[in-house]
């Protein structure tokens, strides 16, 4: 069975740092993708970056490019998302997705396994 544990979000004050991390298990940590997405109240979940584990492409939404950084360790079978420069407009329920082939996509309906979320809010 697939699993994603989510951890590290919290309440940050704007331009602060905070690490979120994404743990899983049930899989070998090869020829998959995973993805860190958010979903603020009343809006779509969005895509915020992802990872191949099979060749380590990376991308990034524009909104994130230059302040966050997708990372993994494959020993841990652990992802991170390193998020500086936070803004207010971060603040949102943080997700990891997994994927079973190794295209890293911010597209929500290529990936169908999810974790629970944990809770960036950014005040201002």
């Known amino acids: 069975e697939v699993q994603l544990v989510e951890s590290g979000g919290g309440l940050e004050q704007a331009g602060g740092s905070l690490r979120l991390s994404c743990a899983a298990s049930?899989?070998?940590?090869?020829?998959?993708?995973i993805g860190w997405f958010r979903q603020a109240p009343g809006k779509e979940t969005e895509g915020v970056s992802c990872?191949?584990?099979?060749?380590?492409?990376?991308h990034y939404a524009d909104s994130v490019k230059g302040r966050f950084t997708i990372s993994s360790d494959n020993a841990k079978n652990t992802v991170f998302l390193q998020m500086n420069s936070l803004k207010p407009e971060d603040t949102a329920l943080y997700y990891c997705?997994?994927?079973?082939?190794?295209?890293?996509?911010?597209?929500?309906?290529?990936?169908?396994?999810w974790g629970q979320g944990t809770q960036v809010t950014v005040s201002s």
């Open positions: 997705a997994i994927r079973s082939i190794g295209l890293a996509t911010l597209t929500v309906e290529d990936y169908p396994s």
């Open positions: 049930g899989f070998t940590f090869n020829e998959h993708a």
């Open positions: 990872i191949s584990t099979t060749d380590g492409v990376t």
